[in-house]
């Protein structure tokens, strides 16, 4: 015990010691440096460190919305809000109004305030502060290179950032996480980041840039060392769907599209070996799906409460334990305590109003994405790409929860939407 308490005291003493100095780098230089360092700190910048109250994320974006917010004031501006945010503010109120009649829990609130109102703050906030898209870039580049190079070293067993909960091992397969609690956030944060290197377009040529194509191969590498299938064809799929929006669809890109598949079912094999083709999954989701849907049905009116299916699943399917082990058929058979689906875990836990809310926040990007395409195509298909694999990975992963997905996604959002002014402006004619 005393081994422990003083493993605790340690990383709390490094969380008070490193803490005030990234917000002092977030007070500096804004969301930008929210961008540099949240992939790597923000493990590390909690207080305590287990059941955390404090979190780097917590204090810094509320400062980042304050400082935007405050140099629109000076500047006499408006605020520029789409509606995206408009939508997502909605979804949020109506899960604060859930919890507030289901009796708030605290682990509820922690999980909308990461997962919903930060994001939200973020989102606002970034689309309304003067970027310097050739830092961004930057930053892009090099977390699309460092977070696979940390994968590659937990697939050799090397784990480099302990959380309790999220062996490596799972299931007899390495799952490397990163800097993240999960693996399914740090799949999908990489293959965001490759997304967004794709398509960002950089004002002239520098030493950075010329990394970028290395750098997109290091994102999908990193985004397929926890072999889901799921994340493979978002990257094929969305990748060839936001050329087709942005370039059409010609020749160039139809070999392009057969280039990018075979190259990246070569990858999937060689990474994803027999997880990849294993049917037991496959099966064990059909069970996890079929229960979730006979929990929504039959919740449908106001579902079981947010951040309440497992506990709704274990008091009604949870299976009592064998004396001996479960055989392969009967694991293939046995649903999961959580529905594996977005859509899914919203309609349980929200009901019908909640899931129909959850629709139209899964909608609006695309809407954005299309007006956005006369101002900067690239942009708009990278707000289409950004958005498309996010649900299509939410098919299969109850990923719409996590924080730190959630957040680097709407980062990326209003990012790219800022090419949206109203003026023709583009990216380029934005960049400082």
């Known amino acids: ?3 422990v308490c003083g493993v605790i005291a340690v990383e709390d003493l490094v ?21 540099a360092l949240a992939p790597f700190v923000e493990a590390y910048m909690r207080y305590p460190y287990e059941g955390s109250i404090i979190t780097f994320s917590r204090l810094a974006v509320p400062m980042i919305f304050a400082m935007s917010f405050c140099a629109l004031v000076r500047r006499s501006a408006l605020i520029n809000i789409g509606l995206t945010e408009v939508w997502w503010g909605v979804f949020s109120a109506f899960i604060l109004i859930n919890l507030g009649i289901n009796d708030v829990d605290l682990v509820a609130m922690k999980l909308v305030v990461d997962g919903f109102l930060l994001p939200l703050l973020l989102v606002v906030a970034v689309r309304n502060w003067r970027l310097s898209y050739d830092t961004i870039g930057k930053i892009l580049v090099t977390i699309a290179i460092l977070l696979p190079v940390i994968g590659a070293l937990e697939f050799s067993s090397v784990d480099l950032w302990p959380f309790p909960g999220s062996e490596l091992v799972r299931d007899g397969v390495i799952r490397p996480n990163g800097p993240y609690s999960s693996d399914n956030s740090y799949a999908l944060i990489c293959l965001l980041t490759g ?6 377009r950089p ?21 397929m060392l926890p072999q889901f299938r799921s994340v493979g064809l978002a990257a094929v799929g969305t990748t060839v769907l936001g050329y087709m929006f942005w370039k059409g669809f010609g020749l160039r890109q139809l070999l392009l599209t057969g280039v990018i598949i075979a190259l990246a079912t070569t990858l999937i094999l060689a990474v994803g070996g027999r997880r990849m083709s294993d049917t037991t999954n496959f099966f064990n989701r059909v069970a996890t799906y079929r229960v979730a849907v006979e929990i929504a049905t039959a919740n449908w009116l106001s579902g079981v409460g947010f951040g309440r299916y497992e506990a709704y699943f274990n008091e009604h399917y949870r299976q009592a334990p064998k004396p001996k082990p479960y055989t392969k058929q009967e694991l293939a058979q046995m649903p999961q305590s959580t529905p594996h689906n977005n859509f899914l875990l919203v309609a349980a836990e929200l009901g019908l109003v909640g899931l129909l809310l959850y629709l139209i926040v899964a909608i609006v990007p695309f809407v954005e994405a299309y007006r956005l395409y006369r101002y900067d ?13 996010y649900h299509l990975v939410g098919l299969t992963l109850s990923s719409g929860y996590y924080g730190d997905v959630n957040l680097f996604l709407m980062f990326l959002h209003g990012a790219f939407v800022r ?7 583009s990216m380029e004619a934005l960049q400082s």
């Open 1 to 3: 015990m005393a081994a």
């Open 15 to 35: 969380a008070a010691l490193l803490l005030p100095t990234s917000l002092l780098m977030v007070f500096l230089f804004g969301p930008p440096a929210w961008l």
């Open 195 to 200: 997304l967004a290197l794709i398509f960002f």
């Open 203 to 223: 004002f002239g040529v520098n030493l950075w840039m010329k990394f970028k194509k290395v750098a997109v191969v290091f994102a999908f590498t990193g985004a």
């Open 377 to 389: 195509g690239a942009c708009a298909a990278a707000l289409f790409t950004f958005w498309a694999s």
């Open 419 to 425: 090419a949206d002014k109203g003026d023709g402006e």
